[in-house]
């Protein structure tokens, strides 16, 4: 069995090549809302969408009255109507374009990758505080008596509705703490937080942390594992902002610091 530190070093390792991967957050050339309609994609300037890079002509993207959306290849292979989803949105190919269509709040959007690009290469070292064994921390799991729903903004300023059904406690230097899980999974609850940090060492906005081992009653918060969440890397998305309950007024210094070149 490996040891904490080997571990976390292992982890770092999976961070920065998820990042660092074809469809990760270091490589998106576009993101536009879609609308009813049809619209042509590609980098010719006769396009709707006109892309910077890749085939002058992908093809169109067809949304309906009810929010479905097709795709139809410029090459004349079938149309295909996409399975949206707003965990694992539908992606298809074109070149050196990974095409994926998001959504939110009902609404879709179209987010482009360019798998050639060379902006994972440009990405600075991420730069940790030191490993600090304290903050990983095994906190109260409390079922919510009723889910508590909530009004969260973005990095765009859009709103999204969110419903918490669960509570992390836990107590650092006899003070105790709660934190919502607003996204995620029942696996892996997500917590966007906030601490004091923010005002100088870490992404001023928030920074997300996974919950682990989850049972009836308790989950692992390791807050050496908190990261920048995918806004500090590109402009193209859209990250939730902490709630009010998860805004700290305390210093985490564990986990992911500011990037250098950070947005």
Not at 27 to 43: C, H, K, P, Y
Not at 81 to 86: A, D, G, I, P
Not at 100 to 124: C, I, K
Request: proline share 8%.
């Amino acid at each position: 069995m490996t040891d904490y530190a080997t571990d976390y070093a292992q982890w770092q390792a999976r961070r920065l090549a998820a990042l660092k991967a074809p469809d990760g957050w270091l490589n998106i050339i576009a993101r536009d809302w879609l609308s009813e309609g049809t619209v042509s994609v590609g980098s010719a300037d006769d396009n709707d969408i006109i892309l910077p890079t890749g085939p002058a002509h992908v093809g169109t993207l067809t949304q309906d009255a009810a929010g479905n959306v097709t795709y139809a290849p410029a090459n004349g292979d079938s149309p295909i109507k996409l399975v949206l989803s707003k965990y694992n949105p539908p992606r298809f190919t074109a070149e050196n374009l990974l095409l994926e269509v998001t959504t939110l709040n009902g609404e879709n959007a179209l987010r482009v990758r360019d798998t050639a690009s060379t902006a994972p290469d440009a990405l600075p070292p991420l730069d940790y505080f030191p490993l600090d064994a304290s903050w990983r921390i095994v906190a109260d799991w409390i079922k919510l008596d009723r889910p508590k729903g909530l009004t969260i903004t973005t990095s765009k300023a859009i709103e999204t509705s969110v419903e918490a059904s669960h509570k992390a406690v836990f107590t650092r230097d006899g003070v105790t703490y709660e934190l919502l899980a607003t996204h995620g999974t029942p696996q892996s609850p997500q917590f966007v937080i906030r601490d004091q940090t923010a005002k100088d060492a870490t992404y001023a906005a928030c920074r997300f942390v996974f919950g682990e081992d989850v049972t009836e009653t308790s989950i692992v918060l390791d807050f050496n594992k908190a990261i920048n969440p995918p806004c500090a890397f590109t402009d193209f998305a859209v990250c939730p902002m902490p709630p009010a309950e998860n805004v700290l007024p305390i210093r985490i210094e564990a986990g992911e610091k500011r990037i250098a070149n950070g947005h």
